[in-house]
């Protein structure tokens, strides 16, 4: 069916420092109240509960592969140069998409039925976004309406001011803070209280705000915390504003101040000279009990605590905290003393489980260790046993690391896990043919191996033992896209990393570098100094040869898509078949490469796990592999899913060409009940942004994927059923 259009006026408006195209929104929409019930996508996880699941099923496993690109949005032109890391989710609300893009962190909304431009945003903020420590595009914007007009569109600046825009038309609310911005800089601190300078101080954020109410949270991020200047960074915190003002209603400080809980696990008062431990990842909340689940992150430095003596809470915890007031509630610290960057890296999700015949409000977490941690999410109780484990110790030079560590357990008291949380030797260790698996043994020597998921790192030397074995601790398991979760049947599944392999090491910084004693890097290799995700991709950056999530490109644990450069650079090695000690450049690892997986919450246990991904050409085409059959192996690398009526979907973290189908990557669909694929289609690139769905104007279900990478700059695809396959009823 043709739909008509009110007459459209392109306005080119600049709005104190923000550029804006006007138009009108489409007409035909559903009014009142967005929500999934609906066909909305209303929040980066489809919900305030971060589920990402939407009870739509016109498209199913019976016509999945019918799928056809319905539109498709270019992101090159939003900003000085085209993005190659594109990590949005677009919210749809009332046939409209809202999302962020290009190098200038644009804000765009779409028209649901055929992708076209109905209006865009950005903000100039010259130095301060060139230098700031988060310049990817983001992962989206947050929606708030009052249901009686008033509609806005939230998001983060790439140099972290909160900004409210009137979603009708893109205009900045000049009742919102100053003239529609909230410079979160203000607030934010190093020491004891020192504000940090409002255009170079380090803070900002990749993820979107939270709108619950008529509350707005905001969360932090810095830069990586392999290779710091110094542990005296920006303390992390969580704020909440009121969506209408932009007023401040409350502060949570990650690292407490003195008299606040926790305070007394910063030993020698380490609190006052160390930073980080914030909140870059999506916050979720439970509305109706008015708590909000916050995952932190790591203190400064990833993996030297030397300058942080003791548990350091609130890092690497999750903390429910009052809606109202930000209070704590309660806690569970996962990792005490973190010395692996094994960051809060997803969000909270939020169901009902049936455990034993008695329903219970619980929360779920993924992890970079692909451990499932499940709460009473009211109370803060483990659903199943939470045993303090006896782990290896530290021996660098002036660490004090946690004699033991939380191992979770499922319902038959075997370690909780969906993915692969160590490397068992030898039993994972590569095993194509006897000759590779000698290899990988023989140069495992260089390396402290335990049968742990915490092995501390060593001071790597050229002459001597490179590092430290682990896996998972820098890019996941399951990194920041999370996992999705069935409300209804309280199954949560998520794709996980299986291979991410790191050769952890420790060594003194270059002369005047820092004032950390030790950070990332071997003892006789040349010093390479990690900065954040995309740091020097933002429009106004000066280019240094190479660009973001492209050749060249700077990607690392917080928000890389693959086993990125942070696993190299703290030790030399990333794994799925990149360097390390694997042999002949392949993995050390078995397959697996990765895996979507399904866990029962009712019963506390692994449901299904399947790869995910085809086999890498580095692996199908290795000269030492010819005339064997491998099975399909999967692939490393984080990418998010969304969760229907019947399927679990998630593309491809990598581009592959075997044989049949151009090069390329996957959009995959799953069987939620047994893992069995029964669908995919086409992606001219690897997904980079997690998946979305949404019911649009038309009655059609569509599809949306960021793909970006390599040499394909970002791009947003949409995929829906041809008409002739369409069934208008839900």
Known sequence: MVRTFRQVTAVLTVVAVGLLWLTARPQGQNTGLP????????????????????????????????????????????????????????????????????????????????????????????????????????RGVSYWTDGKGDERVLYVTTGYRLIALNAKNGAMVPSFGENGVVDLKKGAVVGKGQQIDLETGEIGLHATPTVVKDVVIVGSSFKEGMTVHTHNNTKGLVRAFDVRSGKLLWTFHTIPRPGEFGNDTWENESWAVNGNTGVWTQITVDEEAGLVYLPVETPTSDFYGGHRPGNNLFGESLVCVDLKTGQRKWHFQFIHHGIWDHDMSSAAMLT???????????????????????????????????????????????????????????????????????????????????????????????????????????????????????????????????????????????????????????????????????????????????????????????????????????????????????????????GGGFGGPGPQGLSVVKPPYGVVAAVNLDKGELMWQVPHGDTPDAVRNHPALQGLNIPKTGQTGSVGIVVTKTLVIAGDPQVTSPQGRPRGAMLRAYDKQTGEQVGAVWLPAAQSGSPMTYKGPDGRQYIVVAVSGGNYSGEYISFALPQSETRTSQ
């Open 35 to 138: 929500s999934t019930k609906k066909g909305d996508w209303t929040h980066y996880t489809a919900d305030v509960h971060g589920t990402r699941y939407a009870p739509l099923d016109q498209i199913n496993k019976d016509n999945f592969n019918k799928l056809e690109v319905a539109w498709r949005f270019k992101t090159d032109n939003l900003g000085t140069r085209p993005e190659y890391k594109l990590e949005g989710t677009p919210l749809a609300i009332n046939g409209v998409l809202y999302t962020t893009a290009g190098t200038r962190r644009s804000v765009v909304a779409l028209d649901g039925r055929t992708g076209e431009l109905i209006w865009a945003h950005s903000y100039r903020e010259g130095n301060r976004a060139a230098i700031a420590p988060r310049q990817l595009s983001g």
């Open 352 to 574: 009902d489980v049936n455990k034993d015949g008695k329903i219970i409000k619980a929360v779920a977490v993924p992890t970079k260790q692909s451990y499932v941690y499940a709460f009473n999410r009211i109370t803060g109780e483990p659903l199943w046993p939470m045993v303090e484990t006896p782990v290896p110790q530290s021996d660098v030079p002036g660490e004090k690391s946690s004699p033991t560590q939380p191992i979770p357990m499922d319902a038959h008291g075997k370690p909780f896990a969906y993915a692969r949380p160590f490397i068992k030797v030898p039993d994972d260790i590569i095993d194509f043919t006897p000759e590779l698996r000698a290899e990988a043994l023989e140069n495992l020597k260089r390396y402290r191996v335990e049968n742990s998921p915490y092995v501390p790192l060593i001071l790597g030397d050229v002459n001597g033992k490179l590092g430290t074995l682990n896996i998972g601790n820098t890019a996941g398991g399951t990194n920041w896209p999370g996992g999705g979760l069935d409300p209804e049947t309280h199954i949560f599944y998520t794709q996980a990393s299986n291979s991410s392999v790191t050769t952890g090491s420790l060594a003194e910084p270059p002369p005047g570098f820092s004032d950390i004693r030790y950070v990332a890097g071997v003892k006789g290799r040349e010093f390479r100094e990690l900065e954040g995700p995309g740091f020097g991709s933002a429009a106004d950056a000066p280019q240094r040869g190479g660009r973001t999530g492209g050749p060249g490109g700077a990607e690392s644990g917080r928000g890389a898509g693959a086993a990125g450069a942070g696993a190299a650079a703290a030790g030399g090695g990333r």
